[in-house]
């Protein structure tokens, strides 16, 4: 445990790879705080995404509890790594934990964040609710925030119809662009699929 505690805090991005690589093949329950620990603030994407890997080969139940603490953490990374591993272990069960906190979040990248889990994890019962209030933040941030969120309304499916073309009337020109551009997004994959199947 020491020792991976220490090789998690080297200055050396490889050491921190293998050591969160380390840590997933060779499962132990004391791993799981450190992992997340480091959650919170590694600055490499590759590590964090290999720690987020690492934790879903523990124990899912634990895991899931120390990362519901995680996602109401005052740090933005920690939030969003926490939602990003969530994804990952890809557990409708979970959706739950994906509250309006998260899809509302003032950061735009914990918010994308947990535009994407949603989308993942939302049962098809809770579909039409959570687009209602994904639809609330066409128009945000940077073309890349619009973008993910494109992406992720579309992977929700057919749901997304209606709330979109109600909102390409939007008096916002920011709102109805991507509005509209995500329904002709929509729309092109539903063709591409149809000439596959």
């Not at 990362?67 to 926490?82: D, H, V």
């Not at 994804?87 to 990248?109: C, M, Q, R, V, W």
């Not at 989308?119 to 639809?135: G, T, W």
Request: net charge negative; proline share 4%.
């Amino acid at each position: 445990m020491a020792t991976l505690q220490a090789l998690l805090s080297s200055p050396d991005q490889s050491t921190r790879l293998k050591a969160a690589l380390a840590a997933g093949t060779y499962p132990n329950p004391d791993f799981i705080e450190i992992l997340i620990a480091q959650c919170a603030h590694e600055p490499d994407f590759f590590v964090r995404d290999t720690l987020s890997w690492a934790l879903m080969r523990h124990d899912q139940n634990v895991v899931v509890k120390k990362l519901e603490l995680e996602l109401k953490s005052k740090i933005t990374q920690a939030r969003s790594q926490a939602v990003h591993t969530l994804s990952k272990i890809g557990d409708s069960a979970n959706y739950p934990l994906i509250t309006d906190d998260l899809l509302f979040d003032e950061d735009d990248s914990v918010a994308s964040t947990a535009w994407r889990a949603a989308s993942v994890l939302v049962p098809e019962d809770e579909k039409s609710a959570l687009v209602a209030k994904l639809v609330t933040q066409l128009g945000r941030g940077d073309s890349d925030t619009q973008f993910g969120l494109t992406r992720f309304l579309c992977t929700i499916g057919e749901a997304i119809v209606a709330p979109l073309t109600a909102a390409t009337q939007s008096p916002n020109e920011e709102i109805r662009v991507q509005a509209e551009f995500t329904l002709m997004r929509y729309r092109e994959m539903q063709l591409e699929f149809k000439k596959k199947s």
